[in-house]
């Protein structure tokens, strides 16, 4: 994700907070599901290496929640898994101008290694992140906002039902 897209996604939180009913989201092409905010646009951005971040915005007065899927060059090996998760980790938190406050290394569906971490964004709230890492495919979900949106059940919810597919 680059600095525009966050940017974009952390000036969405004046006041406000209505909960968006959650409806099932999926996506063929990267082979995953979760529950999403209805109201979610497409969005895509070119990357380096000739990838492209296939991205589902969905925004509110109080924040925002965020899943893209991008297909990897190569799947990474078991040897280089945990740099490849903490690189894209790292670059994430960067963005957001964040700082860890927690860290859970995951596996999801028994097999798909990733992480969950709940950092500090500087000066505006809070963000949920999971990043997952399946075959070739890199997923990143993210909930960003005020306290009260990112710590509110229906964030959760998005988080947990979060599925690769294939």
């Known amino acids: 994700m680059?600095?525009?897209?966050?940017?974009?996604?952390?000036?969405?939180?004046?006041?406000?907070?209505?909960?968006?009913?959650?409806?099932e989201f999926s996506?063929?092409?990267?082979?995953?599901?979760?529950?999403?905010?209805?109201?979610?646009?497409?969005m895509n951005q070119k990357l380096p290496m000739n990838m492209e971040l296939k991205m589902q915005i969905a925004e509110s007065p109080e924040g925002a929640a965020f899943v893209s899927y991008?297909?990897?060059?190569?799947?990474?090996?078991?040897?280089?898994?945990d740099q490849m998760l903490d690189s894209t980790r790292d670059g994430m938190l960067k963005n957001l101008g964040a700082k860890v406050q927690k860290e859970t290394k995951l596996m999801l569906q028994g097999k798909y290694p990733g992480?969950?971490?709940?950092?500090?964004?500087?000066?505006?709230?809070?963000?949920?992140?999971?990043?997952?890492?399946?075959?070739d495919g890199l997923y990143n979900i993210l909930i960003v906002g005020k306290k009260e949106y990112v710590e509110r059940d229906?964030?959760?919810?998005?988080?947990s039902s979060f599925e690769i597919t294939k």
Do not use: D, H
């Not at 996506?27 to 497409?42: C, I, M, Q």
């Open 70 to 81: 991008t297909k990897l060059p190569a799947a990474p090996t078991e040897a280089n898994m």
């Open 2 to 23: 680059t600095r525009t897209a966050l940017f974009a996604l952390l000036l969405l939180f004046p006041a406000g907070m209505q909960a968006q009913e959650l409806k």
């Open 115 to 135: 992480r969950e971490i709940l950092a500090e964004v500087t000066g505006k709230g809070l963000a949920r992140i999971r990043i997952i890492s399946a075959g």
């Open 27 to 42: 996506s063929a092409e990267g082979n995953y599901k979760l529950l999403f905010p209805p109201n979610a646009r497409a």
């Open 154 to 159: 229906q964030s959760g919810k998005i988080l």
